[in-house]
């Protein structure tokens, strides 16, 4: 416990060491081009669930702390000042406090304070009188008292009780601090920060521009003049240009493992990285409205799939199958392999699990004549897997119709509950068990798309919130995804694995292992060219 409640004079030394590290024959200027696989609603991060906006905003903002941009594993060890200059707990870790960054401004010239941080806060709170349209991590905040001001440049988060790991929270790359002059409608937008990168412009389906913010607080950075991302849905149409050299590098994790051999074989240069995404695919049911509202069936669809056939079809091996946390070593508190297969729907005798879903579906008035029909929505890009999907329902007397809906819709579709079953990742972009777990698990939870809600999961969920002790966490942890699995209201598929891959001229550029959405910077990153 001390050594997570201590302050933190080392976050603050690596800091300084690598923005005193000399230029390593980084060269300025250039624009960083890639496209990115949908358009998203808006341009605000703390509005918005998709990677689409996160990542193209991540270098737009800055953080109180961040992840280190150069670790491949995100962990509360990796975590360094950002806006925040350093930070130490009280003694009873309910109180974490943050010396802030002066000379500091916004990207229209506005002087950044502390009355920004506490804006931002109160306003994923709900306590202010400006409100986001949509606030999908207000879950993640459930714990935070309040946030009070010292001066202009210090701040105090309150906790209710203590929370060990809330820094990894405020660390991601999704909790940017958002300016208190500028209403969140205008950060839809024209976003404004503090960070590397500031708005030109997003028009909807077709880019995303950035240029250069010349007055950073950091010293010679960014390197780059700007970065533009193309909006390309098309697959096919992102990787060959891409192999044609229009594009300096993919988007994140979007080059699939069959992809990869065409990358291979028509950009010999290119430097691919494949790495785990740490977002499951999930199989959701809507369980307040018929026919799944009924446990029985529930269990029965969970008994009738068979995971890895999703990852043999659809990454050609190169996945994961998994609890609600990403499975070890990339991520950190995920259930082991031997704990898993003990599961209900984990056994790898996918047989023997069919059979008993069949009997499951016979006791409930289905049969190979009576047939249960139902709609099976997903993004537009996710079809494939929804259609694997739709072809092992079939197994177990379930005939599904394929709804694709667009990114834009797809959203506001899952918080009306205005579906029956689906497929769609998780889009968390931590790894840690508090922002999964109350974001997704937690009755009430905005995210909580299958109107999930059990009173003793939710005391768990507080119990390993305030575990401090990795071990002992980590086994509150798997006794929550046991009591998920076994009531099969949102299963998890699988974890898939994917490349990332750029030309050889980009460089900087670390490539994190759990994590999807947390090191996109791109404050260290430069064209060799």
């Known amino acids: 416990m001390r050594g997570i409640l201590r302050g933190s004079a080392a976050g603050a030394l690596l800091l300084a060491a690598a923005a005193a590290d000399p230029a390593l024959a980084q060269k300025v200027g250039g624009v960083l081009k890639l496209p990115d696989f949908d358009s998203p609603a808006s341009m605000s991060i703390h509005e918005e669930s998709a990677i689409s906006a996160g990542i193209p905003m991540m270098a737009l903002f800055n953080n109180l702390v961040i992840f280190d941009q150069h670790v491949r594993q995100n962990s509360l060890q990796s975590i360094v000042p950002d806006l925040a200059m350093s930070w130490s707990w009280n003694e009873d870790g309910t109180e974490l406090s943050f010396p802030l960054r002066k000379g500091v401004k916004w990207h229209d010239g506005a002087p950044f304070t502390a009355r920004d941080v506490k804006c931002t806060w109160e306003t994923l709170l709900g306590r202010s009188a400006e409100t986001f349209r949509i606030n999908p991590r207000k879950a993640w905040y459930q714990n935070l008292e309040e946030v009070r001001t010292d001066g202009d440049y210090a701040v105090i988060f309150r906790l209710k009780r203590p929370q060990p790991f809330f820094l990894a929270l405020l660390a991601s790359g999704l909790s940017p601090v958002y300016p208190c002059h500028v ?19 997003f028009k909807q389906n077709e880019y995303i521009k950035l240029t250069r913010n010349p007055d950073y607080w950091k010293p010679s950075r960014p390197y780059l003049d700007g970065i533009e991302y193309t909006i390309i849905r098309n697959v096919a149409t992102r990787m060959l240009a891409f192999t044609a050299g229009s594009f300096d590098m993919t988007f994140s994790f979007n080059v699939s493992i069959p992809l990869l051999k065409d990358v291979a074989s028509q950009a010999p240069d290119a430097i691919c990285k494949v790495t785990e995404d740490n977002n499951s695919r999930d199989l959701i ?33 190169q996945g994961e199958i998994g609890g609600v946390m990403q499975p070890p070593p990339d991520g950190l ?20 699990n069919r059979a008993e879903s069949r009997r499951i579906m016979e006791k409930l008035g289905y049969g190979p004549d009576k047939r249960l029909a139902v709609t099976v929505s997903t993004r537009t890009f996710a079809t494939s897997a929804a259609v694997i999907l739709i072809g092992q329902l079939k197994e ?89 699995a076994e009531d099969g209201g949102r299963p998890i598929l699988f ?30 990153v430069w064209l060799d060219k």
């Open 495 to 524: 974890y898939a694995r994917g490349a990332t891959c750029w030309q050889p001229q980009v460089k900087g550029l670390t490539m994190m292992v759990n994590s999807i959405s947390n090191g996109w910077r791109f404050e260290d």
């Open 333 to 352: 508190w995920g259930m082991p392999p031997e704990m898993l297969v003990t599961l209900p729907g984990y056994d790898p005798d996918v047989a023997k």
């Open 396 to 484: 177990i007397y379930i005939d599904g119709q394929l709804e694709a809906v667009e990114t834009a819709n797809w959203y506001p579709k899952l918080r009306r509950k205005d579906f029956a079953i689906g497929y769609t990742p998780s889009e968390g972009g931590l790894d840690d068990p508090d922002q999964k777990l109350y974001e997704v698990y937690a009755c009430g939870a905005e995210r909580n798309y299958t109107g999930y809600c059990d009173a003793e999961v939710d005391k768990l969920i507080e119990q390993q919130s305030m575990q401090s002790d990795p071990e002992k966490r980590r086994k509150l942890v798997w006794e929550i995804d046991r009591a998920l």
């Open 285 to 317: 049911v809507n369980r307040a409205a018929p026919p799944f509202d009924n446990p029985d069936l529930r269990r029965a669809v969970a008994l009738g799939l068979d995971r890895l056939a999703f990852i043999d079809i659809l990454v050609e091996g």
């Open 183 to 201: 209403a969140p409608r205008d950060m839809r937008t024209k976003p404004i920060g503090t960070g590397p990168f500031k708005f030109v412009e």
